[in-house]
């Protein structure tokens, strides 16, 4: 039988690992902000990801929240490292019940309120473009209700948090953790783009955080109810359409 490693052992294993954390931290923040030659954070944690957008950016960065699993998680970072760490939505009016009740959760839990970013009403769109247009454009629908304004709203920062994963989708498999957003114009962070879905549920169940009650009903991906189905990764978005994102990150 081999022997584990000794309490010695361990001890300066943690000791190392802290070691070389701190020295790659240490770096990140020296590097200079180049969109032509980004700093790589891609060695770092989620948390040190986190740690390193907030002392670069703090206050004028925002996470973009969806109230979906990996923002519940990035909220418990963010406010850790900041207690008036910014969060917003795109209110479009069309949100799920279960993910109204999970925003009021995500508000008592952090004590932050998530700023709601709308476009025009449903009865202004419907007046201009028809009942129901998320059923015949999907595309032109999300570019009012989503795209138009996150543009107004990053208009205002200089940096934003995501919480896509690249194995959520082939579209996704290429983010990386800071990416200059030559569309938007400001920085784009997302710490958890290696993280794996089981990682997100780990970390949801170790910290009790918030959890939309859709995802445990089989919806991995969750957005506006009427283009939204039960469904892996994102195959529940516009099911059955060949659109696959919103327009937001790609
Ligand atoms: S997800 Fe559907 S309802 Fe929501 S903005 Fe896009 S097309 Fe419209």
């Not at 995500?106 to 998320?134: C, K, N, S």
């Not at 800071?178 to 958890?192: F, I, N, Q, T, V």
């Amino acid at each position: 039988m081999i022997d584990g490693p000794t309490v010695e052992e361990r001890a300066a294993t943690e000791l190392l690992g802290g070691l070389v954390r701190r020295r790659r931290l240490a770096r990140a923040h020296r590097a200079t902000l180049d969109p032509a030659a980004p700093p790589d954070l891609e060695p770092l944690s989620a948390e040190d990801v986190v740690a390193w957008a907030l002392r670069r950016f703090h206050p004028r960065i925002a996470l973009a929240c969806s109230f979906q699993q990996e923002e519940s998680v990035l909220l418990d970072m963010l406010v850790a490292g900041r207690s008036d760490a910014r969060a917003f939505t795109l209110d479009t009016g069309l949100l799920f019940p279960e993910t109204e009740r999970t925003a009021s959760a995500f508000e008592a839990r952090y004590g932050v309120t998530v700023e709601r970013v709308g476009g025009p009403t449903l009865d202004e769109q419907a007046a201009a473009h028809g009942e129901r247009l998320w059923e015949r454009d999907p595309d032109g629908c999300c570019a009012l209700r989503k795209v138009e304004p996150l543009r107004r709203k990053l208009a205002g920062l200089d940096a934003w948090v995501t919480g896509v994963r690249r194995e959520q989708s082939p579209t996704r498999a290429g983010t990386r953790k800071l990416e200059w957003d030559a569309r938007h114009g400001l920085w784009k962070l997302s710490p958890l783009a290696d993280w794996t879905l089981d990682d997100v549920r780990r970390r949801i169940a170790e910290r009790g955080l918030p959890d939309n009650p859709l995802h445990g009903r089989g919806y991995a991906s969750i957005g506006c109810e009427p283009c939204t189905r039960p469904g892996a990764g994102r195959d529940g978005r516009w099911s059955g359409a060949a659109k696959t994102e919103c327009g937001l990150h790609r």
